[in-house]
């Protein structure tokens, strides 16, 4: 089995984690890579730690059996950049805060790894968005896609922008808000969660169109088929916007036309056979659960 290796960070937090992980993954003599910049953060935090075993890469090929992200989801969607269309599995384990996409926790690495090796998983396909805008703009043109969302945001300022929205060719309305979030079913528990998106599941085929602090109060979140074709133009005081893809962020000019639609490849995630979606969503979101007592 050939795995590779992608973190960002190697602190109190993570350095338990990338140990274990690393020390069993020696002793099933699994093939792993580090991605080249983690392993530089690990040797620079940690000198005496021997991880001369591991070779390094910078780019994946076909020829890896998976991804294992050591963070928290934040890592998984930089991930994603190196993962691209090639159809690598990623898994994640949970150093982070909530964990809707990385779900195996630290006392559990091993188990879970091993359940990996013995093929006790399943895989859950992600749809993702990409984005086009006109004029081209080279920031986006060259990782032009997100697993969870694409959102247009104001910029250098406190005035509301006007995001003015197509759907499929036709006008849908004019946003005056802080900015719209274009949603996938994976995103819908993240930026459109906290701005009172609905919650999707992941096989869902559909997108969320969900207002940032909409001044039209009667502007609620859209649920569409993820067939369409969304256009965006953003007008307002200043001269440029934010877009950001995830968590990466370029700046255009206010209208340029923005399209956005479902990408032409999807991110496989694995599911380890004791944990389902339902089962993460109540554990994170505390449903079910009476603190009044």
């Given at each position: 089995?050939?795995?590779?290796?992608?973190?960002?960070?190697?602190?109190?937090?993570?350095?338990?984690?990338?140990?274990?992980?690393?020390?069993?993954?020696?002793?099933?003599?699994?093939d792993a890579y580090i991605e080249t910049e983690f392993y530089n953060i690990i040797?620079?935090?940690?000198?005496?730690?021997?991880y001369s075993n591991f070779k390094t890469f910078d780019d994946l090929d076909k020829s890896f059996d998976l991804l294992v992200s050591v963070g928290g989801d934040g890592t998984i969607l930089r991930a994603i950049t190196f993962v691209k269309d090639i159809d690598i599995p990623i898994i994640g384990i949970n150093t982070g805060r909530l964990g809707f996409l990385a779900t195996i926790q630290v006392d559990g690495i091993e188990s879970a790894i091993q359940d990996i090796i013995d093929g006790k998983y399943t895989i859950s396909e992600r749809t993702l968005?990409?984005?086009?805008?006109?004029?081209?703009?080279?920031?986006?043109?060259?990782?032009?896609?997100?697993?969870?969302?694409?959102?247009?945001?104001?910029k250098n300022t406190t005035s509301m922008i006007s995001v003015e929205t197509h759907l499929n060719g036709e006008y849908l309305t004019s946003y005056w808000s802080d900015g719209l979030?274009?949603?996938?079913?994976?995103?819908?528990?993240?930026?459109?969660?906290?701005?009172?998106g609905p919650v999707i599941t992941p096989d869902t085929d559909s997108f969320v169109l969900t207002p940032i602090a909409p001044h039209n109060l009667s502007a609620r979140p859209l649920v569409i088929p993820d067939s369409t074709e969304i256009h965006l133009k953003v007008s307002g005081r200043e001269d440029n916007h934010l877009i950001s893809l995830d968590s990466r962020i370029a700046t255009l000019d206010n209208n340029t036309l923005i399209k956005i639609k479902k990408a032409p490849?999807?991110?496989?995630?694995?599911?380890?056979?004791?944990?389902?979606?339902?089962d993460t969503l109540r554990k994170k979101l505390l449903w079910g659960e009476d603190t009044r007592n």
């Open positions: 089995m050939k795995v590779a290796v992608f973190g960002r960070f190697y602190n109190k937090t993570t350095s338990s984690s990338v140990e274990t992980l690393f020390n069993y993954l020696l002793k099933k003599d699994v040797k620079a935090a940690a000198p005496n730690n021997n968005l990409s984005v086009e805008t006109v004029p081209e703009n080279k920031d986006i043109t060259s990782l032009n896609f997100a697993l969870n969302e694409i959102a247009v945001n104001r979030i274009v949603s996938s079913p994976t995103g819908s528990t993240g930026y459109s969660l906290s701005c009172g490849f999807k991110i496989k995630m694995i599911d380890l056979l004791n944990e389902s979606f339902l």
